[in-house]
């Protein structure tokens, strides 16, 4: 008892894995009543899932008994159930089927049963059937009963019987009676469900048993099985089920509820036999063997291999060709039947398998069939049967339309017999009309044939073909036949029968079309043209001329007689006379051929109302045109006479039976009329009319051939405009593209512009209907030619043929045009290739160039290859016949030599070209294997095979490529390229088909797989097919097909499915159907910059989203379907809409540009946008973009752009941060835009450009380079557009690109632009050049304006004008701004050129007269633009004038100073210059050099010293006016900074220094500090390598711009906002410039060098704590690599430079917050990617070695063991050493860390006992204490206190006291910066002590200001000058007390500026700053005190 109450005390689950059996036996009966009582979804099921198998396996039978019945309940009642069915199964069969208890088995059977009704039927299956391989019988009884009771209840459908056909002879064979009658008994029910298709895999076991389950089988009811119970899933089946059976009571018929079980085919029963293998070794060569007997050996052979019902797949290519072979060339007969038995094998077994091979062997039986012995005919029809089966009849159609004509009767009969058999195996589906009237065209003419059997075989195809599609689809193509011929028809259709008994598409069919029409199916789908079968049936019997045979009322016509061709005999001239004298008046007739024109025209007159108002049926229309020709006839010189003629010819032709006869007799004339310019116009209309009355297609032929005979020019250009005219009224319909073609060869190769104008007009209207293939034709054209004809074809680029107004067809109203086209899209052909001619080239792909391609040596096989696309590129089109070239290319796919592959690959491009349409039934033989070259793992391999891939299907569609199990099986390997292609492919092409075929489905298990491949793209791939597979196979499907996979992959991929069944694109509905949008291209696009969002896109949006209000009129019923069908989707919209458009992806943008520098995109560069470039921006705005925006972005239609654009232009500025971080995408998607021809959309998107480039322009945002490189070159090309209106918008553009991008980085896409074919771009790209130089200065010249200048005046010579007028403009431009220095820049010119430049150049200056003051009227329009360009600086408001005169003032200013002649210029524009300031500088010679310093005189250096200050040009007064606007003027003083003439840089210097002096306006500089920087980088460049090395030039003007610049740098960088705002490249070329300056030689020699050295290391300190802490030591890091990198560098250059580095990394304890460690660590991993250790330590010095060493370790040990999650833009850590080097930095550290105190504290107390030891000493005791003061003020952290305790006290007095007298001694010193070193930067920047060395020169420097030092230079001025503007700098010493000083010393300078009486100097000591002492430093510190407090 006291165990029984250890374990009852336990819980449920627990006591079930007790080990004492009454536990568990108590555990699962508590357990079944819990499974009973709980919720499915309660969390108390997951603790069994684990043990559950353990209740079925129990050993003790009671308790195992209780097990299963726990087990059972909680199978049925788990929502956790189907996770545990593989091992509770498994134990059910292994330890339950085995026991003795039939209870036992019954529960272990139910489990297995409730697990199939649960959805996992696969699994059960499986183990049940492993099961049967037990060697237990009992188990395989258990097992076999249980399979039995599955199929029973659950039926075919659910247990899946071809693997338990497979068991079964095995378990008939079984040594145990109970596992036999079991079989027995499991073989009559599974006979039950697929009836005799279970005979033939049981045809082999014992013939007793065979026999017994024969008469079991009799017994066997008839009637269809149910199944009776449903899968949890079939639920609401079942319900109907038993509400159908309580309906019928006891007759229990539930037909319509539960389907009937499904049909098995044998064959799937079947395992495939693999027979290649089995073939005999010599079989090849015994088939190609002279003897007969041999050949017959290896057929017999293969014929007994053949047999096999179901063969395995391979490559029979080659035993196919063989047989082929023997069928078409054996002369035996015997051998002939033999070999046509084998191919009948093969078919049968490989069955769609062998549909590749059909295509090749089915032309040649065809052509057997003239053999006459009945064996051998039979034996080819049997072949021919079994190979129609693999494939379709689309596919046969081309060979058996071929052998039609054929002279042989008995080709003749056999292929219409086929035909017919093949028509009987079809369904109208599968007969379209575009594949039933050739068909039948070609069997209307055998029908005629002499020989009777041939005319019966005809008969019966044609019967057949009548009662499988219907009487209403055949009728139209039978209408020339007679009565008795269509009897007979009828006849043979009667007598058909359908296979499976089935009745055909006739009568039944329209019945069931007009039963269901109610008046709910109103708005029929497009989808179902059987809907509208009376319409149809009406519309193609009048079409055809039967109006008896319409049958309604419906189908009477107007003129039923001309829908039919009229066939007339030619009539005598007599006969003629007689007919027109009995309708027309005696007088009428008479006159016609009068001498006075007046009765000739009166005649006429009552000709043409007699003609009018005759009846149709009295017209003899042949003696009326007859008569017309009577003399004078077609010669008439009278023109009004001549103009009745023809409108009675019209006429006539109009109202009468005109007939081909009739119109031979006038068309020569009207032809002759054509060009005449009063009549021409009447001959065309009489043209049209014949036209309509004979066809358009004659006519046309006719018409242009007459008009060529003939040699007027006029008559042949307008008959060419006519036919063209024709073409888009009438349609293209049965027109002869080949009769056309040679005459449009000789219009475009005549003399006359009309003709081949013409010409090219009428190609551009066949563009329309042919589309690219008609450019094939004219190939050879010259390449002038050529190019017009691509430029009309590129105006019809997008258009679609209009529906004809003309003709037969109109009166269809594009009925029956609209659905064969339909039928075409289905069928993927492009329906346009049927009109050319084609030719047939089988006979040139000889056995010759077939055994070259396949030959050993690639070069042969290259050899070959170019041979046959030679003889592809003569045909140009071709047709399908090309004998054994498909099975030849495809063995070349598969070569060794990927060139020949890739050159096989564009065979078969030009292949897919040429044969169009026809290349469906090559698409199994030659398209699959395209597929498997994707697997190829070279790019450009793959690339071509996909291209290979869509060029095909471009031709072929879809259909054929999805069916059967090729594609599969492509997508069963296990390759990630092939299977990435593959996925991507199909991703993209299904989402535009209509309907699928059902093999799709096959390819869902190995798209499961693809979900979880190992490769990431494959798996995405994947997830974006899901979707679209889903849209056409269904969600359920597809969730079905997860019951086979892995219980954990099945949870993932159903997740999966669940997602994208949310995101699955609605199903294609067709094409055309754009009918409801048209109304919205009404709506107007924008037409100025006012007319935004707000107002323009509601009424846009209303356009669209409301198609009632969108149509002003009627629209047809299609319309209103999808009207009323659109608000239903109309709120989803909205509700997607409601989002933000961007969606702001960190460092998005940053990842972009690293997967385009690695080539893991491609780069954005391209001549026309390629579908590749379009699908790759899709792919990354994917993310970026919201859903719905993205496919108005993407979508074909234009007004889908617009409304998108709309979009962005309202979100603009309210997601602007999340429009930058995509602005990349956004910007190359507009550049597609720029290659659409719709001109709304252009303009549209310039208006959104506009926005665009403000909004940045006004966040102060910059183009990046990828941007700017990404979208400028497309900009460029758009500054060429024909149309005035977006060129003005384009400059508009251009001139706020300045703003937000640098000009000098503008300039060379500009000059790229110089060099278009576009005479209209290059004017304009050369005006918007001079406009750049003209504002911005020659250093916007890139790369240097030598070049730029050079390749500017090469246009001066161009042959367009307005190229040269521009250039020589832009060249004046050039010279304003640099003088004669022009003519240096631009080099040699040819003398015609130099003198054209001159001319302009002196033209120039007389009109810009300098001497005389213009009034404001004159200012006015001197102020107007040189150029009409000055897109520069435009801007989006309203303006006067365009500024571009501003600069151009500004530089006449300082030339006029410079030359000494005073003038007077008015402000004028947006932007006023000071008067004042003008008027100073016109009258002040001496104004450009530094002002004097006031003197002073001081009796004592201790008086109060009046600091002067440098005499600065005053602040204008319209300064802020000047500022307030847009940064233009900015630019143009920074532009001025990098000029090349010393006094412009340093006055625009000078001017920002005052900006920058002032708090109030330093705000200006915000977002042009690049800018800046730049220009004074460029100067400090100038200035090192052109000014210093000028001898004309004095070195203190130099010294004074060095000076200058950077003093306006010191002060920059003291203002911290505009200091973090330098970029890194930015501060790069500004420290390499500033360390340059340090080594120069020329500088450290000369006097005034040593105080500018002192400023430079003060800038670059200042610099280094400033600027942002990332930029410059990224800056510095790429320095030191440049410099390493550089064989040329100086070695002290990189020393200077990691001396920077050190300072930053003394730094970083303060900075480390604000770095951005992830570009630091990616700089590093690029340094050490270049310089590995081994290479670092191969250079002269270790010092950077040291240096990357010390920074990584300062930055692991600030940041600590997190740094190693900065490394996420290393795309390849491995690439360096780096982060190996951090993981070790920072486990070191730790270690260091423990270890540092007790280091340190026992090196210290060694040094100390070395320096207590020499203190104790005598001799050594003050070089002792010496070193103890140092050490203490090295190491002030240590106590010394502690240390001095343990030494005697007197020693410690002894100590202390040396110590203090030290410290009064010497003081605390800091070390002066070295002048001569380069970066002097103190090392002790927390000091606020200075050394008095500093003080001194600072007394120096005041000294000399006020005249107190002796000096007897000349240039003393110019020092104390450039002394003063040093001063006047903030120091960057970090004293506060000096920061005060100079504050102040600064405002007393600026206060005395007015001050200008100077003062005596007095003589002065010089000081010299190393003899300072320590006394003079008190005394020096009050002199100091003094001089500010007399400030104060």
């Known amino acids: 008892m006291g165990d029984d109450s250890d374990w009852m005390k336990l819980p449920v689950d627990q006591k079930c894995e007790h080990k004492v059996w009454k536990s568990r036996l108590n555990g699962y009966e508590e357990a079944l009543k819990l499974f009973q009582r709980i919720d499915d979804k309660s969390p108390e099921w997951a603790k069994y899932q684990g043990i559950i198998k353990k209740f079925v396996t129990d050993s003790n039978a009671v308790a195992q008994l209780k097990g299963l019945e726990a087990a059972l309940a909680y199978v049925e009642n788990a929502h956790v159930a189907s996770r545990t069915v593989g091992e509770v199964v498994s134990g059910v069969v292994c330890k339950v089927f085995n026991q003795p208890k039939a209870r036992a088995k019954e529960l272990g059977s139910d489990i297995c049963l409730m697990y199939i009704e649960i959805e996992k039927g696969d699994t059960v299956q499986e183990e049940l059937i492993k099961g049967l391989e037990n060697k237990n019988p009992k188990i395989v009884v258990a097992c076999v009963e249980t399979i039995r009771r599955a199929l029973c209840e659950f039926g075919s459908k659910t247990v899946t019987l071809k693997p338990i056909v497979k068991v079964l002879p095995k378990l008939f064979e079984s040594r145990e009676k109970a596992v036999r009658d079991e079989a027995k008994l499991l073989a009559v029910e599974v006979y039950r469900w697929i009836r005799d298709s279970l005979r033939p895999p049981l045809q082999n076991i014992n013939s007793v048993q065979l026999k017994e389950l024969e008469e079991e089988w009799v017994t066997v009811p008839s009637s269809a099985p149910r199944q009776s119970r449903f899968l949890r899933s079939q639920q609401d089946l079942r319900a109907k089920f038993e509400e159908q059976q309580a309906e019928a009571g006891s007759d229990g018929d539930c037909e319509d509820v539960a389907d009937s079980a499904p049909q098995v085919d044998p064959y799937e029963l079947l395992d495939p036999v693999e027979i290649l293998s089995k073939l005999p070794k010599d079989f090849y060569e015994k088939i190609e063997a002279k003897k007969w007997q041999e050949r017959k050996e290896a057929l017999e052979a293969l014929e007994k291999l053949a047999k096999h019902p179901k063969l395995d797949n391979g490559d029979y290519g080659d035993v196919v060709r063989a047989l082929k072979r023997v069928i078409g060339k054996d002369t035996n007969v015997m051998l002939v039947s033999l070999a046509a038995k084998c191919l009948a094998g093969l078919a049968s077994g490989l069955r769609k398998k062998f549909g590749t091979y059909a295509g090749q062997v089915v032309p040649t039986i065809l052509d057997k069939f003239k053999e006459k012995k009945p064996a051998v005919v039979q034996s080819l029809q049997e072949a021919i049967n079994a190979v129609f089966l693999t494939t379709t009849l689309q596919n046969l159609s081309e060979d058996m339309l071929a052998v039609m004509d054929n002279k042989n009767p008995s080709i003749k009969q056999q292929a219409s017999l086929f035909l017919a058999r093949s028509i009987r195996l079809s369904t109208p589906s599968t007969l379209p009309k575009s594949l039933l009237k050739p068909l039948c065209v070609a069997l209307i003419k055998q029908v005629n044939d002499p020989a009777p059997e041939v005319r019966d075989a005809a008969f019966e195809a044609l019967g057949t073909a009548m009662k499988v599609a219907g009487e209403k689809a055949v009728n139209p193509f039978l209408a020339d036949l007679d009565k008795l011929k269509l009897d007979k028809i009828k006849e043979s259709a009667d007598n058909v029968e359908l296979a499976g008994g089935k009745k055909g598409g006739g009568a039944e069919k329209v019945k069931l079309g007009s039963k269901a029409q109610p008046q709910s199916e109103a708005p029929a789908k497009p989808s179902r043209p059987p809907k509208k079968a009376p319409v149809s049936k009406e519309v193609s019997v009048a079409k055809k001329g039967k109006p008896g045979a319409a049958g309604g009322p419906g189908a009477k016509s107007k003129k039923p007689a001309e829908t039919k061709e009229i066939m007339e005999t030619e009539l005598s001239v007599e006969v003629c006379d007689e007919l027109a004298a009995a309708v027309l008046p005696a007088s009428c007739v008479k006159m016609l051929d009068s001498s006075n024109w007046k009765e000739r025209l009166a005649s006429m007159e009552e000709f043409y109302k007699v003609a009018e108002q005759m009846d149709i049926s009295e017209m003899p229309c042949q003696a009326l045109v007859r008569l017309l020709a009577k003399k004078p006839g077609w010669k008439e010189t009278n023109f009004q006479v001549m103009q009745l003629k023809l409108q009675v010819v019209a006429v006539v032709a109009q109202r009468g039976r005109f007939s081909k006869t009739s119109a031979s007799v006038v068309l020569d004339a009207l032809v002759e009329k054509v060009g005449d310019v009063k009549c021409g116009g009447k001959a065309k209309d009489a043209l049209t009319a014949i036209g309509e009355a004979c066809s358009l297609s004659w006519i046309a032929e006719q018409v242009v051939s007459l008009a060529f005979s003939q040699k007027n020019p006029k008559n042949q250009a307008e008959t060419l405009n006519w036919l063209a005219n024709a073409m888009k009224e009438f349609g293209f319909t049965g027109i002869n593209v080949k009769a056309f073609i040679n005459h449009i060869k000789t219009a475009l190769g005549a003399s006359n512009p009309a003709i081949r104008t013409a010409a090219i007009s009428l190609l551009g209207m066949m563009y329309l209907y042919m589309g690219a293939s008609l450019r094939m034709f004219f190939e050879d054209e010259k390449a002038a030619l050529l190019a017009q004809i691509d430029a009309e074809f590129e105006k019809m680029q997008g258009q679609t043929p209009p529906s004809p107004t003309r003709g037969s067809t109109k009166r269809t109203g594009g009925q029956e045009e609209g659905e064969e086209a339909k039928e075409q899209e289905e069928e993927g052909g492009a329906g346009d290739m049927d009109f050319l001619p084609r030719t047939d080239i089988s006979d040139k792909i000889t056995e010759d160039m077939v055994s070259k391609v396949g030959d050993k040596n690639w070069k042969i096989r290259k050899e070959g290859l170019n041979e046959v696309a030679a003889v592809l590129s003569e045909a140009k089109f071709i047709k399908p016949s090309v004998g054994d070239l498909p099975i030849t290319l495809k063995g070349r796919l598969s070569d060794s030599n990927k060139i020949l592959v890739q050159q096989t690959l564009s065979i078969m ?1084």
């Open 909 to 1992: 491009q030009q292949m897919a070209t040429a044969m169009g349409p026809s290349l469906k039934q090559h698409v199994k033989t030659l398209g699959i294997p395209v597929i498997t070259v994707l697997g190829d793992i070279k790019n450009t391999v793959r690339a071509a095979a996909m291209a290979t891939l869509n060029s095909w299907v471009e031709q072929t569609g879809m259909k054929e490529w999805l069916e059967g199990e090729e594609l599969s099986e492509e997508l069963k390997r296990e390759n990630p390229f092939l299977r990435q292609e593959v996925l991507g492919w199909l991703a993209v092409h299904l989402p535009t088909m209509r309907s699928v075929p059902s093999d799709l489905m096959l390819c869902v298990p190995p798209l499961f797989g693809c979900l979880e491949d190992r490769n990431v793209d494959v798996r995405k791939r994947a997830q974006d097919a899901l979707p679209v597979f889903m849209m056409h196979l269904g969600f359920d499907k597809m969730n079905k097909a997860t019951g086979k996979l892995k219980p954990a992959s099945k949870d993932q991929v159903v997740a999966m499915l669940d997602k994208a069944r949310a995101v699955m694109p609605a199903k294609s509905a067709g094409p055309a159907k754009a009918a409801p949008t048209k109304p919205v291209a009404s709506v107007p696009p924008a037409k100025a910059l006012a007319a935004l969002s707000k107002t323009q896109a509601p009424i846009e949006d209303s356009a669209v989203a409301d198609p009632k209000k969108a149509k002003p009129g009627a629209l047809p019923a299609k319309g209103k379907a999808v009207a009323g069908k659109k608000p239903l989707g109309k709120g989803k919209e909205e509700e997607d809409k409601s989002g933000p458009i961007f969606t702001l992806v960190p460092n998005g943008k940053d990842l972009r540009v690293k997967d385009e520098k690695s080539l893991k995109v491609l780069k954005w560069n391209f001549g026309s946008p390629r579908d590749e470039y379009v699908e790759q921006l899709k792919v990354q705005m994917a993310p970026c973009v919201a859903k719905w925006l993205q496919e108005e972005l993407f979508s074909h239609d234009f007004q889908h752009h617009i409304k998108a654009i709309n979009s962005m232009i309202e979100c603009l500025e309210e997601e602007h941060e999340a429009t930058v971080a995509c602005l990349d995408l956004v910007l190359k998607w507009y550049t597609l835009r720029f290659f659409d021809t719709n001109t709304s959309v252009l303009m549209k998107a310039l208006e959104y450009l506009k926005l665009l480039f403000l909004s940045l322009s006004k966040h102060n945002y910059h183009l990046s380079e990828q941007e700017a490189t990404s979208f400028i070159p497309y900009l460029v090309l758009k500054v060429g557009e024909s149309k005035d209106v977006v060129r003005k918008d384009v400059r508009a553009i251009m001139g706020m690109l300045c703003k937000v991008y640098p000009a000098s980085r503008i300039f060379p896409f500009l000059m790229e632009g110089t060099k278009s074919k576009n005479s209209k771009q290059r004017a304009e790209c050369l005006e918007e050049l001079g406009c750049l130089i003209g504002f911005y200065g020659m250093s916007v010249c890139q790369p240097t304006a030598a070049r730029s200048l050079k390749e500017i005046a090469v246009h001066i010579g161009d042959r367009d004008t307005s190229v040269r007028n521009t250039a020589l403009n832009t060249m004046v431009t050039v010279y304003n701004v640099c003088g004669e220095q022009v003519y240096k820049l631009i080099g040699n010119l040819s003398e015609k050129d130099m003198s054209m430049l001159e001319e302009r150049i002196k033209r120039s200056a007389k009109k810009t007269p300098a001497s005389t003051a213009p009034t404001p009227k004159q200012g006015e329009e001197k102020a107007l633009p040189a150029h009409s360009n000055a897109s520069l600086l435009l801007k989006p408001s309203n303006r006067v004038q365009p500024p571009i005169k501003l600069s151009q003032i500004r530089l006449n200013t300082l030339v006029q100073y410079q030359q000494a002649e005073p003038s007077h210029v008015i402000p004028v524009g947006e932007f006023h210059l000071d008067l004042e300031l003008l008027e100073q500088l016109e009258s002040d010679h001496t104004s450009d050099e530094l002002p004097d310093l006031v003197q002073h005189q001081l009796d004592n250096l201790l008086d109060p010293v009046i600091i002067p200050e440098p005499k600065l040009r005053p602040v204008p007064a319209n300064f802020d006016e000047l500022h307030a606007g847009p940064p233009s003027t900015i630019n143009l003083v920074i532009s001025q900074v990098a000029s090349g003439d010393i006094n412009t840089s340093m006055q625009a210097l000078a001017q920002i220094d005052e900006v920058l002096r002032q708090e109030s306006r330093a705000e200006v500089m915000v977002g042009h500090i690049d800018q800046f920087l730049i220009a004074t980088s460029l100067q400090l460049r100038l200035a090192h390598s052109t000014h210093m090395a000028d001898t004309r030039l004095p070195k203190e003007d130099i010294f004074k711009l060095y000076s200058c610049a950077i003093g306006n740098m010191l002060t920059l960088f003291g203002v911290a906002r505009l200091a973090r705002e330098a970029s890194m490249g930015v501060l790069k070329d500004l420290v390499q410039g500033l360390v340059t300056v340090l080594l120069d030689p020329r500088i450290e020699e000369s006097q005034e060098g040593q105080q500018l050295i002192r400023s430079v290391n003060m800038l670059l300190r200042r610099l280094f704590e400033g600027s942002d802490q990332t930029n410059i030591l990224s800056a510095l890091l790429v320095l030191l690599q440049d410099s390493l990198l550089s064989s040329a560098g100086s070695p002290k250059f990189s020393e200077l430079i990691m001396k920077c580095l050190w300072r930053m990394i003394k730094f970083l304890p303060d900075t480390i917050n604000r770095l951005n460690l992830d570009k630091i660590l990616l700089d590093v991993h690029n340094f050490m990617k270049l310089f590995p250790k081994d290479r670092l330590r191969q250079l002269k010095t270790d010092m950077p070695h040291r240096t990357l060493k010390t920074l990584l370790h300062t930055l692991c040990r600030l940041a600590g063991p997190t740094i190693l999650d900065h490394l996420s833009l290393i795309e390849d850590k491995s690439e360096s050493e780096l982060e190996a080097h951090l993981k070790k930095v920072v486990k070191s550290a730790k270690t260091e860390r423990e270890t540092a105190h007790t280091v340190h504290k026992s090196k210290d107390a060694e040094v100390l006992g070395e320096i207590f030891k020499n203190i104790s000493s005598k001799v050594n005791s003050k070089e002792g204490l010496s070193k103890l003061w140092e050490f203490k003020q090295r190491h002030p952290e240590v106590d010394l206190a502690s240390h001095l305790k343990k030494l005697p006290q007197t020693f410690q007095t002894f100590v202390e006291h040396s110590l203090n007298t030290l410290c009064t001694e010497r003081g605390d010193k800091a070390r002066i910066p070295s002048p001569t070193t380069g970066v002097g930067l103190d090392p002790t920047p927390g000091r606020e002590e200075l050394r008095p060395s500093v003080y001194q020169e600072r007394l120096k420097i005041l000294r000399q200001l006020h005249g107190l030092e002796n000096t007897t230079k000349p240039q003393q001025r110019e020092d104390e000058d450039k002394r003063a503007t040093l001063l006047s700098k903030p120091p960057m010493t970090p004293s506060s007390s000096m920061v005060v000083l100079q504050s102040k010393m600064s405002q007393i300078l600026h206060n005395r500026q007015s001050q200008d009486q100077p003062r005596p100097q007095s003589p002065s000591r010089p000081t010299n700053p190393d003899s300072a002492s320590t006394g003079n430093l008190a005394d020096l510190m009050k002199r100091l005190q003094k001089i500010k407090g007399n400030q104060q």
